[in-house]
């Protein structure tokens, strides 16, 4: 009995024990072999439209917004994956803690987590978050943004620094004074070590079960369409091994040309440096394409016929073939460009908005959209129309229907159809003066193509064409790094652009209302003589605005094209801060300064007073060349011969004339020295015959001085 009380009261004093213990102090230092344990690290999440905002509510998240196509995110890959393992293997607790059997994981301890978005696949969620290059690391505490990591993406210390800072704010004292870091392996390691993290998961069909009214929004197709999923498809799944196919003569009207599937097929030859530097990313397309978009592709040294019959002149060409309609593409061979591409022309279609608060769901997502207005009139050869004007959109806006009462007085719509293209929410309106008019493709694709940019449209390589060539463009060079001042610039070069714009606008509204009402005061001067012929001429006179130079709106990435800017028009942004310049790129020339000679500040006032001050009088400010002055010499030479065809003609042959009788009288002068030398050259070495039958001097011969008869 009495061991037995002595054995219960040693058990009650281990309790006790136990469970009183002292605290135990901070790691002084955490090492990187201690992130070597034996735990199994899960593959880093990829969040997605779906699953963000649900996964991100609640706790810390640490997310990486990346491309796959960028060399940057690729190279920092190696060191992001790194920094996860090691914290999600370390633990905060130290050998003495009160569980050191099994301690408490650091994202139990922290609440904190990491995470990556494919801005490639899930570009309108990364705008969403502002995304303005790759990679971009943010901090998120219960789904807001809290801070974002400015430094070297490739430098472990500067993130582990960032995330340091952060959690010893979540639990003070908690983190040691120093830590070793490990070392990422090599990009080769790494690709080695992680072979899924070059590819992206392939993309499968699933079935789409039938909405009903009960459990799905009219519009939730439409909304969905914007995941980059696998479409639902009533015929074979496209594209279904994810590789491209090799089309021939016999197989390429059956599969291509007559099915209603879409096609993005690539003409090339073996031979082309250009179309084998492409073939890796073309195989990726193919890749990223499965189960969305066929891929093929033909070879022209084998199928000539085919090639020629395709219009094929240059190698590669790339064509996109759907419903017997094709288009050619014309932007960059990179991957991403090239599935960006294709996934919009996978997408490409015209959609149905059913009510105003879908429509607004859609307008956060698209800075330009055109909508046709239809009601009960509309007849079949409108939408077919319609429907052949969907390919050119390809690549620059969404083209969508309604019959909604509500958008059509929201938009003020008194005629259908009717179609309008909203930028920024302001509507611009085809103009369609008789049925033919919205039946008229290619009317409407050319009106199309003046407004499918945004009214401040971001410079990119492959739309630097479009916005600079014939005009006169208001470029932001803008440094996006600096958020604030980022944001304030741009939009005051849209309110800029919006007044330019509506003052355009009414004053064309005003002219053209001053030709009209000059059009009917001849009508009826000639009525008043009752003059027939000249009625029926005053009536037929056209109302024509005169062309004016248009003048554009634009911005550029002035850290991202860092070196152009700097060549082109010696800005750094990084130094000189934001930067509004007025360039004209046909006559390479630029104004960066006022007419008092400072720097054009962004402010919308400011913009538009140098803009007059351009457009009225070029001359009044001194212009900038965007080029060397050899160039420039060759570019005033040739714009004054195209000014001045005539003149530059006459021009040359003086110069001609003046040259040949210049030539002719030298020759005599150098005959008169040796009478008779063209007759009786000198027999002993004599002249050389030259170019002129006997200019000694200059393509002779040195012989001797010859005797003569």
Known sequence: MRWSFLLLLSLNSGLLASATPAPAPAPAKIQARDAAADTTVPELRELTPDNFDTTVKKGYWFIKHYSPYCRHCVVAGPVWQTLYEFYLKSSPASPSSPHPNSPPSFTDTYDWHFANVDCAAHGDLCSEHNVQAYPMFGLYKDGKEIDRFKGAKNSMSLLSEFMEKHLEEIKAGSRPASIELPTAPSLEE????????????????????????????????????????????????????GKSFALTAADFQRKVLDSSAGWFVKFYAPWCSHCQAMAPAWNTLSYEMQGILNVGEVNCEIERRLCKDAGVQAYPTIIFFQDGERIEYKG???????????????????????????????????????????????????????????????????????????LARKYRITTWPQLVVLRDDTPSYYPALSPADIRDTNKIVDWMRTVWLPTVPELTATNSHEIMNGKTVVLGILDGTKEAEFAAAKAELKAAAKIWIDDKQKDERTERQELRDRKQHKIDEAEDRGDERAVRNAKGLPIILPRRKEIGFAWVDGIFWERWVKQTYNIDVTEMGNRIIINEEDKKQFWDVNVDGETIPASRTAILDVVKDVVKNPHKMKAKSTVGAIERAFRSAKDSGTSHPVLTIFLIVACLGVAYYWRKGKGRKTYSHHAGLALNPGKEGGWGQGWFGGEKEIFGSTGGGGKYD
């Open 332 to 406: 960059l061979r990179g991957v991403g460009d090239l599935v960006a591409w294709a996934r919009q022309a996978a997408d490409a279609g015209i959609k149905e908005i059913g009510d105003a608060a879908d429509f607004e769901v859609i307008q956060k997502t698209h800075e330009v959209i055109f909508l046709y207005f239809y009601d009960h009139a509309t007849v079949s050869e409108d939408f077919e129309a319609l429907g052949r004007v969907t390919m050119p959109l390809i690549g620059h806006a969404p083209l969508y229907k309604t019959n909604s009462d509500h």
């Open 190 to 241: 790494y690709q080695k070590l992680h072979p899924t993290s070059s590819k992206k998961p392939r993309h499968k069909q699933t079935p789409t079960p039938t909405p009903t009214p009960e459990a799905a929004p009219p519009l939730a197709a439409e909304v969905a369409a914007k995941k980059p999923a696998a479409p639902a498809t009533k015929g074979p799944l496209p594209n279904p091994n």
